[in-house]
């Protein structure tokens, strides 16, 4: 055995440019992907910011002009002017001082903690300002603060609650009056949190903490050649970019003519150097030989044939595009952008699992000012690697490999794509269901492919973490799908061959 074919993971694929990495901006700009968070995660909205680009906020439409040339983190408030209403950049210090003050109050009155809410009747009278007395405080020009000051005044109960009941009631009143919006980097943290809270199915139910487990098991990192099989839109492959930092390659492999869609590398707002070691490549032009060519074929026949057969609404879905994309468009370039191109998650949003099944059929809303809905198709044509690099990868393998197949045989993919590894190269496999990995891990011991098969279940508590009332939120989700790892060996029939 050649002493090359045994040297691990370890190994880098030749650069052919060494080109400065260019450091990460701070600061938005025209064009760039932004996750709007409005009034604390109760309504998240991806969008493009333009000049002619709004977002809607309650009955107000305001321009997200005001937030170009601003730092991720800044927060803003949405308030009255002359022309109508708009995003003022306001300090957080403000909510900071509320929960300071709280705080010692509960510290230097007793008498906080021995009062309750039991006395307390919601009858609706305890509110001595009406609805028209706050329409005539808006036409004055009187802000969102100056609206809840009055609005607490003239409540004859706000001093006989609690101080968390107070707290909870300035909150309510803050997001009705004086909605704030918090200006949010799209990561790979920020955007799986947001598919996997309103629309899991479009990510194969793919939580933040299995996705970290996906890389950290996978021993993704600088100068790696990762090896994916992205079929939930996109997360995957962002994800693993983001970690190279312009370092590495980034193969997104399709067993088909059509790549997968990757709509979600879009907001990532990636560099030129980080997009350019992103690739796309058919699992034919990686075959070692014609056997394992014929195999990978009659895999995607049998696959097909099973799909259409189980259910009608499989017809398009990610696993096999059976039907060829008019549009194409590089994944890799540059687009014209839109007056406002933005993907929302409204807070009373329920997904239907029947109909986002399969990320392919999903679009992205791009609403221009005569609320015109235009559908973009998904991207179907991304960079293809350069020759040198494909000679490089067959000979000495990837480094690691992740595959998130949830309407595919994860097994069969499994066995296509190990031989592609270098000698003791990781991998990691997720699904959403158990029972597939576990049939592909009795597999890979039957073939002897691999070694230290465990399958992992990720476990993720939140906690509330507030002065006396630190405790777990009350509604979490308890599944995050499963994942199996190993590390790929040479057995003695590799050897021999």
Not at 297 to 322: F, G, M, Q, R
Request: proline share 6%.
């Amino acid at each position: 055995m050649a002493e090359n074919e045994c040297s691990g993971a370890g190994h880098q694929a030749p650069t052919l440019t060494a080109a400065p990495l260019s450091p990460i901006p701070r600061e938005t700009w025209e064009g760039c992907s932004v996750l709007l968070d409005i009034n604390d995660g109760d309504r998240l909205v991806f969008a493009r910011l333009s000049p002619a680009a709004t977002l809607k906020i309650g009955n107000k439409k305001c321009s997200l002009g005001p937030l170009m040339g601003c730092p991720f983190g800044a927060l803003f408030r949405v308030e009255n002017g002359p022309g109508g209403p708009y995003l003022a950049r306001c300090s957080p210090s403000t909510s900071a001082a509320s929960n300071n003050s709280m705080q010692e109050s509960e510290k230097g009155n007793t008498t906080e903690n021995n009062r309750d809410n039991r006395l307390l009747i919601d009858n609706n009278t305890a509110q001595n300002l009406s609805s028209n007395d706050i329409d005539t405080m808006r036409k004055e020009g009187a802000t969102g603060d100056e609206i809840i000051e009055a609005l607490i005044a003239n409540s004859s109960t706000f001093g006989k609650k609690t101080v968390y009941s107070q707290e909870k009631y300035k909150r309510k009143k803050q997001k009705k009056y004086a909605p704030k919006v918090l200006l949010r980097r799209p990561s790979a943290r920020s955007i799986c949190e947001t598919y996997f809270k309103k629309f899991p199915a479009r990510t194969g139910f793919l939580r933040v903490d299995t996705l970290s487990l996906l890389l950290c098991m996978a021993n993704v990192g600088a100068h790696s050649d990762v090896l994916v099989v992205d079929m939930i839109g996109g997360i995957l492959t962002g994800a693993v970019a983001e970690r190279l930092g312009g370092t590495g390659y980034v193969c997104s492999i399709s067993f088909g003519a059509t790549p997968y869609p990757s709509d979600i590398v879009r907001m990532f707002n990636f560099s030129n150097e980080v997009r350019s070691r992103i690739v796309q490549i058919p699992f034919s032009d990686l075959c070692k030989s014609h056997e394992s060519l014929e195999s990978s074929e009659t895999l995607l026949n049998v696959k097909e044939s099973s799909t259409l057969a189980e259910s009608s609404s499989y017809k398009n879905s990610i696993a096999i595009s059976a039907e060829p994309i008019n549009q194409e468009l590089d994944l890799m370039e540059d687009q014209p952008v839109s007056n406002e191109e933005m993907l929302t998650f409204p807070a009373n949003s329920e997904p239907n699992p029947l109909s986002s099944n399969s990320c392919s059929t999903y679009t992205i809303d791009c609403k221009h000012e005569n609320n015109a809905s235009i559908t973009h198709e998904p991207v179907t044509k991304g960079r293809r690697p350069p020759p040198e690099i494909v000679d490089w990868w067959k000979t000495n393998g990837f480094s690691s490999l992740i595959v998130a197949a949830p309407e595919s045989d994860v097994g069969t993919i499994v066995q296509e794509l190990l031989p592609l590894l270098s000698y003791s190269a990781p991998f990691a496999i997720y699904h959403q269901y158990l029972q597939p990995l576990a049939t592909s891990m009795h597999r890979l011991q039957n073939s002897k492919m691999a070694i230290n098969l465990q399958i992992s279940e990720p476990w993720l508590r939140e906690y509330q973490v507030l002065p006396s009332r630190t405790h777990p939120l009350m509604q979490m989700s308890c599944f995050g799908g499963y994942m199996l790892s190993g590390i790929k060996i040479c057995n003695s029939d590799t050897c021999e061959k």
